[in-house]
């Protein structure tokens, strides 16, 4: 499966000068349960845990860690893997690197480390591990300033628009095209129960339900399908809830059971 990583998309930057979306620096916690799973899936059961730390600000540059353990049943055999990943995004989005540590049954199966850098012609990527390669990308951007698109556009009152994403995922080789679809914002229900779980730091907040799409760019088949698609409730302040993520064959839901807000980062210095 893509990791779950496509949930890195929501995290963000922009330039420091400029005025914008204000992101909180948060710890959110969702058990994850499945969904709905098709028979050539084979999956009869799943379970498990997402920690997400978003911390930073436009001039120190953001950071996230993230861990995403499932516990998967099938027919045959049960696996648990663990995946950790941590992401630094410096404040004007050019600079990118990632660690991705990926465990099945408590055993390293995979490592990737890396870096990439925007420049005048596109993107161009440097991986360390599992083994040395240099890569040149088409021109995107990445995770953060993803975000910052998104709700820039959700509280314009775009309802729909595609751009393009690189987060590290994978082999860390690879653009996405992302087709986003934003919903009217809404306030929570009372009986709303990822408000009840105690999770006073969201209050009464508005969110705007979201559903994202996410194709591969060379891919060049016929009928083009996304590879997933997460949809998810986005608060202003980049806090993300009620997760749904669809790998085709199986999804999983993600309920938000605990957030903690991070210490706020010094304020940017004046020019």
């Known amino acids: 499966m893509r990791r779950a990583a496509a949930f890195l998309i929501l995290a963000a930057s922009a330039a420091p000068a400029v005025a914008g979306p204000q992101l909180v620096p948060h710890r959110a916690v969702y058990d994850l349960a499945l969904d709905k799973a098709s028979d050539r899936s084979g999956i009869t059961g799943l379970a498990g845990r997402m920690v997400y730390e978003f911390n930073g600000s436009p001039c120190e540059g953001y950071t996230v860690n993230f861990r995403f353990v499932t516990q998967i049943d099938t027919r045959d055999v049960s696996r648990m893997t663990d995946q950790q990943t941590t992401t630094f995004e410096d404040g004007e989005g050019k600079n990118f690197s990632f660690v991705t540590k990926s465990y099945v049954d408590s055993s390293l199966d995979k490592e990737l480390r890396g870096t990439a850098t925007k420049e005048p012609n596109g993107l161009h990527v440097k991986i360390e591990k599992p083994e040395k390669e240099s890569l040149e990308l088409a021109s995107t951007q990445f995770p953060t300033q993803h975000l910052l698109e998104l709700l820039g556009k959700a509280d314009k009152g775009e309802n729909f628009f595609e751009t393009t994403l690189f987060d590290g995922s994978e082999d860390g080789d690879r653009v996405m095209t992302t087709t986003v679809v934003v919903g009217k914002k809404a306030e929570p ?28 760019m060379h891919d060049d088949g016929g009928e083009e399908l996304p590879e997933y698609r997460i949809s998810f409730k986005l608060h202003p302040n980049g806090v993300t809830r009620d997760l749904v993520m669809d790998y085709g064959d199986f999804s999983m839901k993600g309920k938000l059971v605990n957030l903690a807000l991070l210490p706020e980062p010094k304020s940017c210095p004046q020019k």
């Open 189 to 216: 229900k009372a009986d709303d129960p990822e408000i009840k779980a105690d999770l006073k730091l969201l209050g009464k907040d508005s969110f705007w339900p979201v559903d994202i799409a996410y194709f591969d």
